[in-house]
């Protein structure tokens, strides 16, 4: 019995400390990409949600959908913080024409834009890589 | 489920009874066809039925019934293979088209109909093709060009027209902007004062029916300060254009200090506006409130959310409805098929809102507005729903359908377009369930 609640003992500490020490492995990167998607919710639905729409989906040929998007999801994260900074107007996206207007959005922060395109990324049916304030801040550069 | 086959069955024998007492009674061949058993999805009002006419059609806007009975469709966007306007027949009476051809290769929004001639728009153009006594276009592939070099901006593009009855058509030229900002749809951005837009655009132009290739010079200004209408039509009886605005998006994206988020989703009203030569809706310095009734001073130019427009130079609307439903199509109801109470009352078709959120959208229905002595009564009730296929919309691209079109039968029959799936309905009323 004595030889039961030991091995229980020592199971359980076992599994704590193997959690913890999983915690603690992957952290850094794990939980920053939780915050950072966290916060970007907050602010695509500020900045965002009114055209992109809370499914993501935009509106038919007035605003581009985020959701299931090649450019959302794709690796030229440049482009997409370019496209935040500038906005956009009149341009073809993924075969199709879009009436509305995107306005330029330079009064975020790199911290902001970077939330929010993490979020988008990552939101509905999109899973791609976390963009980083270091990215924001070299695209901003390069715009100035 | 016995219910609900008896109830089918039941209302399939409705419908075959008046089927048979319209052919009794009518003389002149029309008969009513028989709606789907589920009236293509609609919900209507009791004794009205709906069937599909078409499906797929591709992103089908205005359309026109020849007085034979054929419906040519505008559709919008980038066409290939000549299918710019498509035309359905239906050969056997069944209401079905079955036969469905298409020619004209541009893309746009509005047809029409008039005096033996068909008139169609791309975004920069109007067209029309001659007729012949079947209501076939004789020349496909030749129309005249009557009007050309319409402004076209990134929003608001489309160009609907109407024709009065002395040899004029009028055609919408939409303001490229929203509400006329240094820096359109930015947060905090002041209105341009005068609005430039408006010397070419936010407003309904009138030109000739038969004069080829006019430009803005030939043409008249012939209302102003209307940001964008898609659904116009002329109103015989009182004979008088008619004009649904779409109003000013994104109060509280712009403003947030001045409209919270139910605010924006609540104003501005989309107005109606009868029309007279030189009337000015007042686009881009103020909009109406559907709440307070009244035209208050647009937050670009000085307004504060709750500041009146005194300026008399802006005509109130003939009506108002809620904010952001998008009003595509107007018709004028004079068939007689319907119930007296729609005789010269009005259908709008609503496209269905995409600014209300984070509120839930609304709108994807046709309403009917009653007219008394040539004006609205003001008690206008949804006539026809159901076309998003969902309870709630929460976000525009999960809805099935979206109403944008409407035109009338030659013998009363209400056709509505869709421009999603391209979907064509017919809505037809059965006395025999009244």
């Known amino acids: ?144 | 489920m016995r219910k609900i086959v008896s109830l089918v069955l039941a209302s399939f024998a409705l419908f075959s009874i008046s089927v048979n007492a319209a052919d009794s009674t009518h003389t002149n061949k029309l008969v009513l066809v028989k709606p789907d058993a589920d009236n293509a999805g609609l919900k209507l009002p009791a004794g009205f039925g709906a069937l599909k006419v078409a499906d797929n059609l591709g992103r089908t806007r205005h359309l026109v019934v020849s007085a034979q009975g054929d419906v040519y469709i505008k559709v919008q966007g980038r066409v290939t293979g000549d299918k710019g306007i498509i035309k359905l027949r239906d050969t056997n009476g069944d209401g079905k088209a079955e036969s469905i051809s298409n020619f004209g290769n541009y893309g746009g929004t509005g047809i029409a109909i008039k005096n033996g001639y068909l008139y169609a728009s791309s975004d920069e153009e109007v067209f029309r093709y001659k007729l012949d006594d079947k209501g076939d276009v004789i020349d496909t592939k030749q129309p005249e060009k009557i009007i050309t070099g319409l402004k076209k901006g990134n929003q608001h593009e489309t160009k609907s027209i109407a024709l009065d009855n002395e040899g004029n058509i009028y055609v919408n030229i939409g303001a490229y902007s929203n509400s006329c900002q240094i820096e359109d749809r930015s947060k905090g951005s002041l209105g341009r004062m005068p609005c430039p837009i408006l010397d070419s655009a936010g407003g309904i132009w009138q030109f000739k029916v038969n004069v080829p290739n006019q430009t803005y010079a030939q043409g008249v200004r012939y209302a102003t300060g209307l940001r964008n209408v898609v659904g116009l039509d002329w109103n015989s009886q009182l004979n008088q254009l008619f004009v649904m605005q779409h109003g000013r998006d994104q109060l509280h994206d712009l403003f947030p200090d001045l409209y919270d988020e139910k605010a924006s989703a609540e104003k501005p009203a989309e107005t109606m506006y009868a029309i007279k030569k030189g009337t000015n809706a007042g686009w881009p310095y103020i909009y109406y409130d559907p709440e307070m009734n009244k035209k208050i001073v647009a937050p670009e130019y000085g307004g504060d959310g709750k500041k009146e427009s005194t300026d008399p130079a802006f005509s109130n609307p003939a009506i108002a409805f809620p904010a952001h439903l998008a009003p595509n199509g107007l018709l004028f109801y004079t068939g007689n098929q319907f119930p007296a109470k729609y005789k010269n009352g009005a259908f709008i078709a609503f496209h269905g809102s995409w600014n209300r959120a984070p509120l839930p959208q609304a709108g994807y229905f046709v309403v009917f507005v009653p007219f008394e002595n040539g004006k609205p009564t003001g008690k206008w009730e949804v006539f026809a729903d159901g076309f998003s296929g969902m309870e709630v919309v929460t976000g525009t691209r999960g809805a099935a359908h979206r109403p944008c079109g409407l035109a009338q039968g030659p013998d009363g029959s209400l056709y509505v377009s869709d421009d999603v799936k391209g979907t064509i309905y017919r809505i037809v009323y059965n006395k025999e369930t009244k």
């Open chain 1, 1 to 144: 019995m004595k030889a039961i609640k030991f091995g229980v003992v020592v199971l359980t500490a076992f599994l704590l400390i193997n959690s913890q020490n999983s915690v603690a492995g992957e952290q850094p990167a794990q939980s920053s990409l939780k915050a950072s998607i966290a916060r970007g919710k907050e602010l695509y639905l500020v900045q965002c949600l009114a055209c992109h729409q809370v499914d993501g989906g935009g509106v038919p040929h007035l605003n581009a959908p985020l959701d299931g998007s090649a450019n959302v999801k794709g690796i030229d994260k440049a482009k997409l913080i370019k496209i935040v900074l500038n906005g956009l107007k009149g341009e073809e996206i993924e075969g199709e024409n879009y009436s509305n207007v995107m306005a330029p959005h330079k009064e975020l922060t790199d911290q902001q834009i970077a939330d929010i395109l993490t979020y988008v990324r990552n939101a509905w049916s999109n899973k791609a890589s976390q963009v980083t304030v270091a990215e924001v801040k070299t695209v901003r550069a390069k715009l100035k």
